[in-house]
């Protein structure tokens, strides 16, 4: 019955190996094109236009792990939000936390 779950928990894990890797630095830069910011991030999660016509989406790096009920100290969700110019090139961009 251990094996049984080991290997369910690897098979689970494993649709978790194909997230982008974060490095310990900012996770944006400005002026870099969209696809590199999504080679990085992944999809946006959502994506909206401002009244000045400048593309805002917002990234949820690890999105899986927040499919995991955890509470506690480990719950933290962080959430980037990056502002395009019309020609897909970043403007900004900021963290935003999220707390369960």
Known sequence: MKI????LAAILLAGCADE???S???PVHKGE???QVE???GRPSDETTN?????VCTYWPGSAKGLI???GGFAEQKAITVRYSRAGYVIA???QSFGM
């Open 4 to 7: 049984n779950r080991i290997a």
């Open 20 to 22: 982008p890797v974060q």
């Open 24 to 26: 310990s630095g900012p």
């Open 33 to 35: 094109s969209r696809a």
């Open 39 to 41: 080679a990085r991030l």
């Open 51 to 55: 009244s000045s016509g400048a593309l």
């Open 69 to 71: 009920p955890i509470w």
């Open 93 to 95: 961009w900021e963290y």
